[in-house]
């Protein structure tokens, strides 16, 4: 195995942007039949690393060797004909096509008119589907697929192209368990078939499950390289963040704090019975001042829908939400802000930045009726705000007038933040605030949401890390396929339990599993 | 190594003067006309020239900024010369009310038809470009109808004096475009509502769950739209002394969607640019006026006017491609 010529290999990379050197004389080699984690804190470099490789970028120095040949790919497509395929994060296919379509986009089978042969493409596409243990109808428009299986569709389709390299960017940030393992299991099939995998991602169980060896990257530099059994969980952690070990451990797996807080009696938010048709099945749940509130569920558990039921963004059949004893209109968000919600988006990029707009424009988006009289902005009100918030969550950028789509994602998480704390709010409602950014931005969040509920906010917090809920948590409420499956609460609140409830809590298995399989229709 | 080296700078470079073009490009094509006419064009440096420029390009100016706005949301105006169709009849049908009542309701109606293409945008959520090309098609007829498909002359002076007169040696319409240019700065520099504008533009989900009115501010846009359009109507109307529903703002849509684009306002919306919808405004009229006091082939004014567009929309695009 060691003396294996690598498959691709990258000797000296160099990439300048104006004012940064994002990839800083990076050296790595990926190995056929290996599967090679790509680590880092966001900003380290690993983005330009992929597209360098797959050609989106032409590097400024050093050379890329693809089957011991130096290579210049011009574009993507070039590299993706000579064999390296890549699967991105967002699904990069055609929603209203059929997936068989969608396998075979570009190079579809043509019977002898020079037709698409259809009923021919919908059974390979089968079979490719099935070798890989993949359950979808073909002919279903692709969009009507779950956003996990949507994925898998995209690796199936990249692995048929007789793909030599496969580079998958955080492919399973959007699956199911469930569907984490039948990922897995393609993964070791393309090993076994001596293709290489770049594989990135944040979660450390799913690389130590899965890659054989790590380059791990900082600050444009490779700081590591090497198999990754070598390394402990806490080496590689410390490897990504350059901080002593220490200090690492002393932090515990999560920045929350461990103190109890003092709790208000009376619920701050208190929301009943919320139904929509085929989503929520009579929510009802209810958070106090001081109190942090985690929602844990699998991928379309209703989390999230929850949440925008909450915060009146989602229409809702029934149900009522009341802050502080209100009752808040339904389907107004800014009648819930009016009240004191405040609410951080899944989606960062689609429903949170304003990618054009300036950090400072970004930060009081929700402010303007605040900071303004008759309609007039104060620029004086709103430069106070942007300096303080900026200071206070250490958001690094040139300056606020810097456009926030060029912040990296853990800034850009907390320009949301700060939009939303701005507002003074009661309630402040999460989802997935610590997904896909760097593990320092992570904790300094967890910390943050800490000390907020310190400060007497309701939080109501959804990740799907189990173990940043069960850290993070006060009480812990267990959805699952649109219902409240469990509440546990003080030293209840434990991974155990809570996988108890997400597994077996709720309906009967049977009519868990059919309503399951409709959802995925 | 030399070859990857000079594409890498070439690269860079384009990555640089992308923005930059787009940004400037306007001004400096601007610039290379004036000198152009300086040098081929006899009598172009005098004030004689600079007004006659000025007063040809109010109404294109006018409706450029509601696009420029328009445009901002991610939308599209395409009725505004209809509109100023629908105003310019107004005004002879109601003269015999007095003159404050003829211009009011030709406000009026400039702002009603702004907020029909509105409401189908806002409420009906029926795609701008569909919503507004109904209103090109309904409007202009409409006008037609009001005025018996005749051309109306105006006499009163008030009127014309809008058209014509010359306060300070200022004329009337420059003055009406100065105003109007301001007062739309005003609306996107200090307002929230000029917030809300980019913010829906840029990101709509994100505006919303910000807790915008997106739907009132998306309202008020083709309103307003629709009242610059109005007013460039009265303008056209008082120039000409007659309202010519057949023939008033007759394809100025395109004209001002082309003066908004080549000042660097996108056409996906999050970001307006005014200074650069003037200049594209005057830029558009200068190149015209240089082809016909030169007696240059009108054609040869088109296809140049093409090539500027497709430069503008290019160097929008790289940003992405570069």
């Not at chain 1, 819930?336 to 405040?342: E, L, M, P, S, T």
């Not at chain 2, 018996?148 to 420059?174: C, E, H, S």
């Given at each position: 195995?060691?003396?294996q010529?690598?498959?691709?290999?990258?000797?000296?990379?160099?990439?300048?942007?104006?004012?940064?050197l994002?990839?800083?004389?990076?050296?790595?080699?990926?190995?056929?039949?290996?599967?090679?984690?790509?680590?880092?804190?966001?900003?380290?470099?690993?983005?330009?690393?992929?597209?360098?490789?797959?050609?989106?970028y032409?590097?400024?120095?050093?050379?890329?060797?693809y089957?011991?040949?130096?290579?210049?790919?011009?574009s993507?497509?070039?590299?993706?004909?000579?064999?390296?395929?890549?699967?991105?994060?967002?699904?990069?296919?055609?929603?209203?096509?059929?997936?068989a379509?969608?396998?075979?986009?570009?190079?579809?089978?043509?019977?002898?008119?020079?037709?698409?042969?259809?009923?021919?493409?919908?059974?390979?596409?089968?079979?490719?589907?099935?070798?890989?243990?993949?359950?979808?109808?073909?002919?279903?428009?692709?969009?009507?697929?779950?956003?996990?299986?949507?994925?898998?569709?995209?690796?199936?389709?990249?692995?048929?192209?007789?793909?030599?390299v496969?580079?998958?960017?955080?492919?399973?940030?959007?699956?199911?368990?469930?569907?984490?393992?039948?990922?897995?299991?393609?993964?070791?099939?393309?090993?076994?078939?001596?293709?290489?995998?770049?594989?990135?991602?944040?979660?450390?169980e799913?690389?130590?499950?899965?890659?054989?060896s790590?380059?791990?990257?900082?600050?444009?530099?490779?700081?590591?390289?090497?198999?990754?059994?070598?390394?402990?969980?806490?080496?590689?952690?410390?490897?990504?963040?350059?901080?002593?070990?220490?200090?690492?451990?002393?932090?515990?797996?999560?920045?929350?704090?461990?103190?109890?807080?003092?709790?208000?009696?009376?619920?701050?938010?208190?929301?009943?019975?919320?139904?929509?048709?085929?989503?929520?099945?009579?929510?009802?749940?209810?958070?106090?001042?001081?109190?942090?509130?985690?929602?844990?569920?699998l991928?379309?558990?209703?989390?999230?829908?929850?949440?925008?039921?909450?915060?009146?963004?989602?229409?809702?059949?029934?149900?009522?939400?009341?802050?502080?004893?209100?009752?808040?209109?339904?389907?107004?968000?800014?009648?819930?802000?009016?009240?004191?919600?405040?609410?951080?988006?899944?989606?960062?990029k689609?429903?949170?930045?304003?990618?054009?707009?300036?950090?400072?424009?970004?930060?009081?988006?929700?402010?303007?009726?605040?900071?303004?009289?008759?309609?007039?902005?104060?620029?004086?009100?709103?430069?106070?705000?942007?300096?303080?918030?900026?200071?206070?969550?250490?958001?690094?950028?040139?300056?606020?007038?810097?456009?926030v789509?060029?912040?990296?994602?853990?800034?850009?998480?907390?320009?949301?933040?700060?939009?939303?704390?701005?507002?003074?709010?009661?309630?402040l409602?999460?989802?997935?605030?610590?997904?896909?950014?760097?593990?320092?931005?992570?904790?300094?969040?967890?910390?943050?949401?800490?000390?907020?509920?310190?400060?007497?906010?309701?939080?109501?917090?959804?990740?799907?890390?189990?173990?940043?809920?069960?850290?993070?948590?006060?009480?812990?409420?267990?959805?699952?396929?649109?219902?409240?499956?469990?509440?546990?609460?003080?030293?209840?609140?434990?991974?155990?339990r809570?996988?108890?409830?997400?597994?077996?809590?709720?309906?009967?298995?049977?009519?868990?599993?059919?309503?399951?399989?409709?959802?995925?229709? | 190594?030399?070859?990857?080296?000079?594409?890498?700078?070439?690269?860079?470079?384009?990555?640089?003067?992308?923005?930059?073009?787009?940004?400037?490009?306007?001004?400096?094509?601007?610039?290379?006309?004036?000198?152009?006419?300086?040098?081929?064009t006899?009598?172009?440096?005098?004030?004689?020239?600079l007004?006659?420029?000025?007063?040809?390009?109010?109404?294109?100016?006018?409706?450029?900024?509601?696009?420029?706005?328009?445009?901002?949301?991610?939308?599209?105006?395409?009725?505004?010369?209809?509109?100023?169709?629908?105003?310019?009849?107004?005004?002879?049908?109601?003269?015999?009310?007095?003159?404050?009542?003829?211009?009011?309701?030709a406000?009026?109606?400039?702002?009603?038809?702004?907020?029909?293409?509105?409401?189908?945008?806002?409420?009906?959520?029926?795609q701008?470009?569909?919503?507004?090309?109904a209103?090109?098609?309904?409007?202009?007829?409409?006008?037609?109808?009001f005025?018996?498909?005749?051309?109306?002359?105006?006499?009163?002076?008030?009127?014309?004096?809008?058209?014509?007169?010359?306060?300070?040696?200022?004329?009337?319409?420059?003055?009406?475009?100065?105003?109007?240019?301001?007062?739309?700065?005003f609306?996107?520099?200090?307002t929230?509502?000029?917030?809300?504008?980019?913010?829906?533009?840029?990101?709509?989900?994100?505006?919303?769950?910000?807790?915008?009115?997106?739907?009132?501010?998306?309202?008020?846009?083709?309103?307003?739209?629709?009242?610059?359009?109005?007013?460039?109507?009265?303008?056209?109307?008082?120039?000409?002394?007659?309202?010519?529903?057949?023939n008033?703002?007759?394809?100025?849509?395109?004209?001002?969607?082309?003066?908004?684009?080549?000042?660097?306002t996108?056409?996906?919306?999050?970001?307006?640019r005014?200074?650069?919808?003037?200049?594209?405004?005057?830029?558009?009229?200068?190149i015209?006026?240089?082809?016909?006091?030169?007696?240059?082939?009108?054609?040869?004014?088109?296809?140049?006017?093409?090539?500027?567009?497709?430069?503008?929309?290019?160097?929008?695009?790289?940003?992405?491609?570069?």
């Amino acid at each position: 195995m060691e003396r294996q010529n690598p498959i691709l290999e990258v000797r000296r990379g160099t990439k300048r942007f104006p004012g940064v050197l994002a990839l800083d004389d990076v050296s790595f080699e990926l190995k056929p039949g290996e599967v090679h984690a790509l680590v880092g804190e966001n900003g380290a470099g690993k983005s330009t690393l992929i597209k360098v490789l797959t050609g989106l970028y032409s590097p400024d120095g050093g050379e890329i060797l693809y089957d011991g040949e130096e290579v210049r790919f011009g574009s993507p497509g070039e590299s993706q004909a000579a064999g390296i395929s890549t699967i991105y994060q967002e699904v990069n296919l055609i929603p209203l096509l059929s997936v068989a379509q969608n396998v075979f986009l570009g190079r579809e089978p043509r019977n002898r008119l020079g037709l698409m042969d259809v009923p021919r493409m919908n059974r390979e596409a089968g079979e490719i589907l099935s070798r890989y243990g993949i359950e979808a109808d073909v002919t279903a428009p692709l969009n009507t697929l779950s956003l996990g299986l949507q994925q898998m569709v995209a690796i199936a389709r990249a692995v048929s192209i007789e793909a030599r390299v496969v580079i998958m960017d955080e492919p399973t940030s959007s699956l199911e368990a469930r569907e984490v393992e039948t990922l897995f299991g393609v993964i070791r099939q393309l090993r076994g078939d001596g293709i290489g995998v770049l594989y990135v991602s944040h979660r450390m169980e799913e690389l130590y499950e899965i890659c054989d060896s790590v380059t791990v990257l900082r600050d444009g530099q490779m700081v590591h390289s090497g198999p990754l059994a070598d390394l402990s969980r806490l080496e590689l952690v410390s490897l990504m963040l350059g901080r002593e070990l220490d200090e690492v451990r002393e932090g515990g797996a999560t920045s929350f704090g461990e103190a109890e807080r003092e709790t208000g009696r009376e619920p701050i938010l208190e929301a009943k019975n919320l139904t929509r048709h085929t989503v929520l099945h009579g929510i009802s749940v209810d958070v106090k001042p001081g109190e942090i509130l985690g929602f844990a569920g699998l991928l379309g558990a209703g989390r999230t829908e929850t949440a925008k039921a909450i915060f009146g963004a989602d229409p809702v059949d029934s149900g009522s939400v009341k802050v502080g004893g209100k009752k808040i209109r339904s389907g107004s968000p800014a009648s819930a802000i009016k009240a004191g919600v405040a609410f951080l988006p899944e989606d960062r990029k689609s429903e949170g930045i304003i990618p054009d707009l300036s950090v400072r424009e970004n930060i009081v988006a929700a402010a303007l009726p605040k900071l303004s009289r008759a309609g007039l902005v104060s620029d004086k009100a709103q430069d106070e705000v942007v300096e303080r918030f900026m200071k206070d969550l250490d958001i690094k950028a040139s300056g606020p007038d810097q456009p926030v789509r060029e912040l990296s994602g853990g800034n850009q998480q907390k320009v949301l933040l700060a939009r939303w704390l701005c507002m003074n709010p009661r309630v402040l409602i999460l989802d997935e605030p610590t997904r896909s950014i760097d593990v320092g931005a992570k904790a300094e969040i967890q910390k943050l949401v800490d000390s907020l509920a310190h400060d007497g906010l309701g939080v109501v917090f959804i990740s799907s890390e189990l173990e940043e809920v069960v850290e993070g948590s006060d009480r812990a409420v267990a959805l699952k396929d649109g219902s409240v499956v469990g509440m546990l609460s003080g030293d209840e609140v434990n991974e155990g339990r809570l996988m108890a409830l997400l597994a077996e809590g709720g309906s009967s298995d049977e009519a868990a599993e059919s309503r399951e399989g409709a959802d995925e229709r | 190594m030399s070859g990857r080296a000079a594409g890498a700078e070439r690269s860079f470079e384009w990555s640089t003067i992308a923005p930059w073009l787009r940004d400037r490009g306007v001004y400096v094509a601007f610039a290379v006309m004036v000198v152009f006419n300086l040098i081929f064009t006899e009598n172009f440096a005098s004030l004689i020239t600079l007004y006659n420029l000025l007063i040809q390009v109010t109404p294109v100016l006018l409706c450029s900024l509601g696009l420029a706005l328009v445009i901002g949301t991610e939308g599209i105006d395409l009725s505004v010369g209809s509109i100023m169709a629908l105003s310019s009849a107004a005004v002879p049908l109601y003269l015999g009310y007095g003159w404050p009542a003829a211009l009011a309701i030709a406000l009026l109606v400039g702002a009603f038809a702004g907020a029909i293409n509105g409401s189908l945008v806002a409420f009906a959520g029926i795609q701008p470009i569909i919503a507004t090309l109904a209103m090109l098609v309904a409007g202009r007829g409409l006008a037609q109808i009001f005025t018996n498909g005749q051309l109306l002359t105006v006499t009163d002076p008030t009127v014309l004096a809008l058209g014509q007169a010359r306060p300070f040696g200022i004329p009337a319409p420059v003055i009406v475009a100065v105003v109007a240019v301001l007062v739309v700065a005003f609306l996107m520099k200090r307002t929230t509502f000029g917030r809300y504008v980019l913010a829906i533009g840029g990101n709509r989900s994100a505006s919303y769950l910000s807790g915008h009115p997106v739907r009132r501010t998306l309202l008020a846009v083709y309103i307003i739209s629709g009242l610059l359009a109005a007013v460039a109507g009265i303008v056209a109307t008082a120039r000409l002394s007659a309202s010519d529903p057949s023939n008033i703002g007759l394809l100025i849509e395109l004209s001002a969607i082309t003066a908004v684009v080549v000042g660097g306002t996108p056409l996906t919306g999050g970001r307006v640019r005014l200074a650069g919808t003037v200049m594209g405004a005057l830029l558009m009229q200068l190149i015209l006026t240089t082809f016909i006091s030169n007696n240059l082939p009108f054609t040869v004014a088109q296809v140049l006017t093409a090539g500027i567009i497709l430069v503008a929309v290019y160097v929008q695009k790289g940003r992405g491609a570069a």
